[in-house]
C-alpha cells in the first residue's frame, strides 16, 4: 500500500537536547492507518500530529482493548538514522494482538512505514550524547459500542518523541521495591503481552514505592508470591557468584527484546546465564553469603539499569558497593555501542533508515 504524507502547515521548535526528559515531546507528524473488516488495514497516511477524536463509548476506553511497543531510532557518528532490532518489536506487536483479538499487522509493511516516518521527521532525531528518538507504536480498539467483545474496527499509529535518560538517575544505580502485597500478571492472563491494562495494575504498587523514595517496584509472581518476575519498566537480571540469573519467560513476563540481547551478548562474553526461577529468598540469602555482585534491569528506555538498592520487608540490601557493577557496565557500553554504530554489529541488528 502507498503511504499518503501531509506535511504541516506549521513547525513546532526543537527542543533543547540537554533537557529532553523522556516522553514529554512529541514531533510534528504521526503515521495512522485503519482497520475495518471488509477493508482490513486500509489507509495508510503520514499527517500532522493531531488529537484521535472519540466517540465516548470507544471501546478501548471502557475495556481496554490496547496494545503498543516501544523502540528508538539512533543518530550514529556519521550523522545517519539507525534502528536496533526493529522487526522484533513488530513481531511482538503481533503477538500481543493475537492475545488481545486485534487483527495483526504486516511487519515488513510497519517497518517501511516507519522508516518514511523518520524520513519526514529525520531532524527530531538528537545527536547530543544519551539522547534519542523514543519510538511508540499503538493499536486502539474503535468501535463505539458498549458490551463485552472483541471491537470490529482499529486504528493503529505511530508517533515519536526526542528523549532522554528514563531514569532521572540517569545511567545510575536506582533503588527498587519488592512488594508481596500486590501482583501485575499471572500465567494465563496477559502479563507477556504489552498491553494497557498491565500498566494500569502497576500504578498503584508504583506510587507506594515512589512515596518510599524508590524508583520501580520488583513484581513476584501472583501465585505463591515468591518468585521474581520483573520490575515496572524492566527486565530483571541478577549476577550470583559468576552465574547470570533472569526469570524464564513463563507467561506473564514480557519478553523484552533487549532482555533477549543482553542474554545474546552476555553468553558471547562467555558467561555462564541461566532462565530459571529465582525467589526472592534466594537473592537475600545471596546478599548474606556475599555471592550477589549484581542486580539490573534491562529495557528499551533505559537499555541497562544497575539496581544499587533492594527493599524487601524490613530488609535493605545494598548491592556491592552501591555503584554501578562491572558486568552492567560491560553489558550497557556494548549495547549502546551498537545502537550508535559505534561497534561491530555482527548480529545484524541494526536497520539503517534511507
Same mark, same amino acid.
Given at each position: 500500500?502507498?503511504?499518503?504524507?501531509?506535511?504541516?502547515?506549521?513547525?513546532?521548535?526543537?527542543?533543547? #537536547?540537554?533537557?529532553?526528559?523522556?516522553?514529554?515531546?512529541?514531533?510534528?507528524?504521526?503515521?495512522?492507518?485503519?482497520?475495518?473488516?471488509?477493508?482490513? =488495514?486500509?489507509?495508510?497516511?503520514?499527517?500532522?500530529?493531531?488529537? /484521535?477524536?472519540?466517540?465516548?463509548?470507544?471501546? *478501548?476506553?471502557?475495556?481496554?482493548?490496547? /496494545?503498543? $511497543?516501544?523502540?528508538?531510532?539512533?543518530?550514529?557518528?556519521?550523522?545517519?538514522?539507525?534502528?536496533?532490532?526493529?522487526?522484533?518489536?513488530?513481531?511482538?506487536?503481533?503477538?500481543?494482538?493475537?492475545?488481545?483479538?486485534?487483527?495483526?499487522? &504486516?511487519? &515488513?509493511?510497519?517497518?517501511?512505514?516507519?522508516?518514511? %516516518?523518520?524520513?519526514?521527521?529525520?531532524?527530531?532525531?538528537?545527536?547530543?550524547?544519551?539522547?534519542?528518538?523514543?519510538?511508540?507504536?499503538?493499536? %486502539?480498539?474503535?468501535?463505539?459500542?458498549?458490551?463485552?467483545?472483541?471491537?470490529?474496527?482499529?486504528?493503529?499509529?505511530?508517533?515519536?518523541?526526542?528523549?532522554?535518560?528514563?531514569?532521572?538517575?540517569?545511567?545510575?544505580?536506582?533503588?527498587?521495591?519488592?512488594?508481596?502485597?500486590?501482583?501485575?500478571?499471572?500465567?494465563?492472563?496477559?502479563? #507477556?503481552?504489552?498491553?494497557?491494562?498491565?500498566?494500569?495494575?502497576?500504578?498503584?504498587?508504583? #506510587?507506594?514505592?515512589?512515596? #518510599?523514595?524508590?524508583?520501580?517496584?520488583? =513484581?513476584?509472581?501472583?501465585?505463591?508470591?515468591?518468585?521474581?518476575? $520483573?520490575?515496572?519498566?524492566?527486565? !530483571?537480571?541478577?549476577?550470583?557468584? &559468576?552465574?547470570? !540469573?533472569?526469570?524464564?519467560?513463563?507467561?506473564?513476563?514480557?519478553?523484552?527484546?533487549?532482555?533477549?540481547?543482553?542474554?545474546?551478548?552476555?553468553?558471547?562474553? &562467555?558467561?555462564?546465564?541461566?532462565?530459571?526461577?529465582?525467589?526472592?529468598?534466594? @537473592?537475600?540469602?545471596?546478599?548474606?553469603?556475599?555471592?550477589?555482585?549484581?542486580?539490573?534491569?534491562?529495557?528499551?528506555?533505559?537499555? @541497562?539499569?544497575?539496581?544499587?538498592?533492594?527493599?524487601?520487608?524490613?530488609?535493605?540490601?545494598?548491592?556491592?558497593?552501591?555503584? *554501578?557493577?562491572?558486568?552492567?557496565?560491560? %553489558?550497557?557500553?556494548?549495547?549502546?555501542?551498537?545502537?550508535?554504530?559505534?561497534?561491530?554489529?555482527?548480529?545484524?541488528?541494526? @536497520?539503517?533508515?534511507?
Amino acid at each position: 500500500m502507498p503511504v499518503a504524507i501531509t506535511k504541516a502547515a506549521t513547525l513546532k521548535p526543537k527542543q533543547d #537536547e540537554t533537557k529532553l526528559g523522556f516522553g514529554t515531546f512529541f514531533t510534528d507528524h504521526m503515521f495512522n492507518m485503519d482497520y475495518h473488516p471488509d477493508k482490513g =488495514w486500509h489507509n495508510p497516511r503520514i499527517e500532522p500530529y493531531a488529537n /484521535i477524536s472519540m466517540d465516548p463509548a470507544t471501546m *478501548v476506553l471502557h475495556y481496554g482493548q490496547g /496494545i503498543f $511497543e516501544g523502540l528508538k531510532a539512533y543518530r550514529n557518528d556519521a550523522g545517519a538514522i539507525q534502528l536496533f532490532r526493529p522487526q522484533e518489536n513488530f513481531k511482538r506487536l503481533n503477538r500481543s494482538a493475537h492475545r488481545l483479538c486485534i487483527p495483526e499487522i &504486516d511487519p &515488513d509493511f510497519a517497518l517501511e512505514a516507519l522508516k518514511q %516516518l523518520l524520513l519526514v521527521e529525520k531532524d527530531w532525531v538528537p545527536s547530543a550524547p544519551g539522547t534519542t528518538l523514543y519510538i511508540r507504536p499503538t493499536i %486502539l480498539a474503535t468501535d463505539p459500542f458498549l458490551g463485552v467483545r472483541a471491537s470490529f474496527t482499529y486504528r493503529f499509529y505511530i508517533i515519536l518523541c526526542p528523549v532522554g535518560a528514563y531514569y532521572s538517575e540517569g545511567f545510575n544505580p536506582i533503588k527498587i521495591w519488592v512488594t508481596r502485597e500486590y501482583v501485575r500478571a499471572v500465567r494465563g492472563g496477559v502479563g #507477556e503481552t504489552k498491553t494497557i491494562g498491565n500498566y494500569a495494575a502497576s500504578l498503584y504498587a508504583g #506510587e507506594r514505592a515512589h512515596k #518510599e523514595g524508590y524508583t520501580q517496584v520488583l =513484581w513476584l509472581d501472583g501465585v505463591e508470591h515468591k518468585y521474581i518476575e $520483573e520490575v515496572g519498566a524492566m527486565n !530483571i537480571f541478577f549476577l550470583i557468584d &559468576d552465574e547470570l !540469573i533472569t526469570p524464564m519467560l513463563s507467561g506473564s513476563i514480557l519478553p523484552g527484546v533487549t532482555r533477549d540481547s543482553v542474554i545474546t551478548l552476555a553468553k558471547q562474553m &562467555d558467561l555462564k546465564v541461566t532462565e530459571r526461577k529465582i525467589s526472592i529468598d534466594e @537473592v537475600v540469602d545471596a546478599h548474606a553469603a556475599g555471592t550477589l555482585k549484581e542486580i539490573f534491569g534491562s529495557g528499551t528506555a533505559a537499555v @541497562v539499569s544497575p539496581v544499587g538498592e533492594l527493599k524487601y520487608g524490613d530488609q535493605i540490601i545494598t548491592v556491592g558497593d552501591g555503584t *554501578v557493577g562491572p558486568l552492567a557496565q560491560k %553489558l550497557y557500553d556494548a549495547i549502546q555501542g551498537i545502537q550508535f554504530g559505534q561497534a561491530p554489529d555482527p548480529h545484524g541488528w541494526i @536497520v539503517p533508515v534511507g
